[in-house]
């Protein structure tokens, strides 16, 4: 637990474990209600890797926020994390509703930032909407709370196949329900749109082309508005495709944040 600015929140750290760590560690940006143990299977896929994420307030076992929060607010609180692990320089990956974190920590801290990572996600506001049956499972709270509703509506829901579902539902802690509504107010008219063509961070975009929750053009719009920004899509990926395809995922992911700046610069 770290309280910063008045905010007491979880924070977990994979130290890199390889023979050649990298020089940059990765700060991560979950899911909306999504809690720290859900990203420790990519840790242990990324060995080489310091990487650092938090539980947002009233999610996994961070405390419930006692007033709401904006996205800046929580993106200084991350920024102050990196801080006090005397890290000068980091890598920035979110998924879905932390991939809009991650545009605001870049955008807010962009000289903090060495490459960005954006997987599953949109500019905010300005998005197309997934299909309805997703939206109205994805509203349901029994996602988070019985495994057997999840592992059965787990395609309708994310999409993809289903590889790795049930380890997955078995590393979920459902949010408090003031955390997650809290988390949904964060972005309400939050969008990064009129933004993004002023970032400069080497950018990779992640997506699947079968999301039922955030479809395929999201990225192609990311892209259109980062410069030099590059569209990785995972074919066969649904939402999830981080867990579901992770043999397909990882090794992009890893490949992008090893490569020198100067083959960055040339793609672009």
């Known amino acids: 637990m770290v309280t910063i600015h008045g905010r007491t929140v979880r924070m977990a750290r994979w130290p890199a474990r390889g023979k050649n760590p990298a020089e940059r560690p990765l700060l991560f940006f979950n899911g909306i209600g999504a809690n720290i143990e859900l990203i420790a299977p990519l840790a242990a896929r990324m060995p080489n890797r310091e990487i650092i994420t938090f539980d947002m307030p009233g999610i996994g076992n961070s405390p419930n926020p006692t007033l709401p929060y904006r996205p800046w607010m929580m993106a200084a609180i991350a920024d102050r994390i990196m801080h006090e692990h005397d890290h000068d320089k980091v890598d920035v990956m979110g998924v879905s509703w932390g991939g809009a974190m991650a545009q605001q920590y870049a955008l807010q801290h962009p000289n903090r930032v060495g490459r960005l990572i ?39 829901l994310y999409g ?56 395929l053009v999201n990225g192609h719009f990311l892209k259109f508005l980062i410069p030099g920004a590059r569209l990785e899509i995972v074919h066969g990926g649904g939402h999830l495709f981080l867990v579901t395809e992770a043999d397909q995922s990882i090794p992009r992911i890893e490949a992008f944040l090893d490569a020198p700046l100067e083959v960055e610069r040339d793609a672009a």
């Open 160 to 215: 993809g196949s289903s590889d790795g579902s049930h380890g997955h539902t078995t590393r979920i802690k459902a949010p408090t329900k003031t955390g997650y509504f809290y988390q949904l107010l964060a972005m309400l008219g939050w969008t990064s749109a009129f933004a993004l063509p002023f970032l400069k961070v080497p950018t990779m975009i992640m997506m699947g082309d079968d999301d039922n929750i955030v479809p």
């Open 118 to 156: 954006l997987v599953a996600t949109t500019a905010g506001m300005l998005m197309v909407p997934g299909k309805l049956s997703a939206l109205t499972k994805m509203a349901d709270p029994r996602r988070y709370i019985d495994p057997d509703f999840m592992l059965k509506n787990f395609a309708t």
